[in-house]
Structure formats: structure tokens, C-alpha cells
């Protein structure tokens, strides 16, 4: 009788530590594989493509009947897209950061005659090659190119491409600064080619600059659903009147609804004494279908 008590006694043990071994197993294999998963992360995140962006169109339309005393347009219709796109490879010490930045947009009231005027007109391109050579500095090689979409396509123009230093402490924010960036500014409308405009002489369709760049850009989620990104860039020219500066200061604000409902909020302001001597200012709202990238 004792012989069994202990016989069963010596199986339950057995299986006890059988049952223990196959859950410290299933816990070690677990924790193994979480561990693979976080070093295959870390790996992505360290070198390849990392790309992210939206893409919004919105549209508002209002409207009166004849009989509203108060007033207002009779019919309105605005229609804006936006496109903010950063696709950027990394691998080991080297960078390549690249963006497209694109708005156009349009309206109608019944005040311009029931035609379709252009409001928003932009297009942005940047990229930015740098090698590592300390924990937060790079050497790089900047290039971009801004222009606008419709009528008057490089009217004005304005290409930059030179060496600078790029400062990026963290995935959030990055500083490039260059002594020596060519800008090459373009009027090649044919209607502006025998006038003075954006500082190109009357007969050509360009003109060449070298001066000191900046170009800051923060881009970051502030909280859930909502992204902020800026750019701000700065521009003097030494070959002529280095004391005038060229500002432009973007700001958009993404917010996410559901995978294809948002809402962008953008504010947008410049300087350049070869389009207009003040500051120039351009807001706008919308909502609509949006559809993060």
C-alpha cells in the first residue's frame, strides 16, 4: 500500500516537473522570439526605407437664394489637395532624406463669374544625402526644387544645391546649414521673358546666387491622431544685397479621423525682396478625405 502512495506520489511529482519544464520552455521560447522580433525592429528602424505622409483632398461648397436679406455669395465651391510625402534611407552612417510638399487649390463664387480661380499653387522637392561623422552631425549635400503647377511651370523657379552640415539629434527634428548654396532662380514663362521679374533680367530666364542656407524641419505625432510638421528655411544671397533675406515658414497640421476622414490646418509665411518687400501670410482649413501614407 505504501509502495503505491509513493509510486503515485513519484508520478504527480514527475509530472509536475514535466508540466513546470514545457512552461519555462514555452516562456523561453516566447521571450526568445520577442527578443528576435525587437532586434529585427531595431534593425528595420536602423537601416532601409522609412517612409510616412498624408494625402488630403477637401472640398466646401455654400450657397443663398435671392431671398437672404443678410447677404453673402450666392454660390460658392472650393476644392484644395494637399500633399505631404518623407520617404528617407538609412544605412549605417549614411542618411538620404528625401520630401514632397504639394498644395492646389481652387475656387468659385458666384462674385468672379461662375470661374474657377486659383488660391493654392505649390510644389516642393528635397533632398538631403549626408554621412555620419559624429553622434548628431553628418556632412551632406542638399538639393531642391520649388516651383508652382499651373500656368507659369519654374515662373518663378527656385533650384538650390550645394554641400552643408546636417544636425539631427532625433527622428523628430533636423537642421541643415550651408556657407555656400548655389540658387538658381528660373523665369521660363515666355510672357515674363522680356520683363524684370524674381530677380531675373529682362531677355534671360535665369540668374545665379551663392549664399548662406538653413533649412530647420520638425515633424512630429503631438498627440494621438494629430501630427505637426514645419519647415523653415532661410536664404542670403552674397552676390547681391546679402543684407536682404529670403523666409519661408510652413506649418501643417494633420488630424486623423479614421483611415480615409481628416482634417489639415496650415499656415504658411514668406519674405523675399524680389517678390514683394513684407511679409506674406496664407492660411487655410479643411476637411475631408484624407489618407495617411
Not at 139 to 160: D, H, M, N, R
Not at 259 to 264: D, H, L, Q, R
Request: glycine share 8%.
Amino acid at each position: 500500500m505504501k509502495f503505491k502512495i509513493y509510486l503515485l506520489a513519484f508520478s504527480s511529482l514527475l509530472l509536475n516537473n514535466v508540466k513546470a519544464q514545457t512552461a519555462t520552455d514555452a516562456v523561453k521560447k516566447a521571450a526568445d522570439e520577442a527578443t528576435a522580433n525587437l532586434t529585427k525592429n531595431k534593425a528595420d528602424i536602423k537601416d532601409g526605407w522609412n517612409s510616412g505622409g498624408t494625402i488630403n483632398f477637401n472640398l466646401n461648397e455654400a450657397g443663398r437664394n435671392d431671398y437672404w436679406i443678410k447677404g453673402g455669395e450666392k454660390f460658392s465651391l472650393g476644392i484644395r489637395g494637399i500633399l505631404d510625402y518623407d520617404f528617407d534611407r538609412k544605412k549605417g552612417k549614411t542618411n538620404w532624406l528625401n520630401s514632397v510638399r504639394a498644395r492646389y487649390g481652387v475656387s468659385r463664387t458666384t462674385s468672379n463669374g461662375d470661374k474657377f480661380l486659383k488660391n493654392d499653387d505649390y510644389f516642393n522637392f528635397t533632398s538631403i544625402y549626408a554621412s555620419q561623422f559624429s553622434k548628431n552631425w553628418s556632412y551632406a549635400g542638399f538639393f531642391s526644387v520649388e516651383t508652382q503647377f499651373e500656368q507659369y511651370f519654374l515662373t518663378p523657379g527656385y533650384i538650390k544645391i550645394g554641400p552643408g552640415l546636417l544636425y539631427k539629434p532625433n527622428e523628430s527634428f533636423n537642421l541643415l546649414i550651408s556657407p555656400a548654396m548655389m540658387n538658381i532662380t528660373t523665369k521660363l514663362a515666355s510672357s515674363y521673358r522680356n520683363i524684370k521679374a524674381f530677380g531675373v533680367d529682362s531677355g534671360k530666364t535665369t540668374a545665379f546666387g551663392l549664399g548662406f542656407f538653413a533649412q530647420a524641419k520638425y515633424n512630429k505625432d503631438i498627440a494621438k491622431g494629430v501630427n505637426y510638421k514645419s519647415v523653415a528655411t532661410i536664404y542670403s544671397n552674397y552676390l547681391d544685397h546679402p543684407g536682404n533675406m529670403v523666409l519661408d515658414w510652413a506649418n501643417l497640421f494633420t488630424l486623423t479621423v479614421n483611415k480615409y476622414i481628416g482634417a489639415t490646418v496650415s499656415f504658411n509665411a514668406r519674405y523675399n525682396d524680389q517678390e514683394i518687400a513684407r511679409f506674406q501670410t496664407q492660411h487655410a482649413i479643411g476637411v475631408g478625405l484624407s489618407y495617411k501614407l
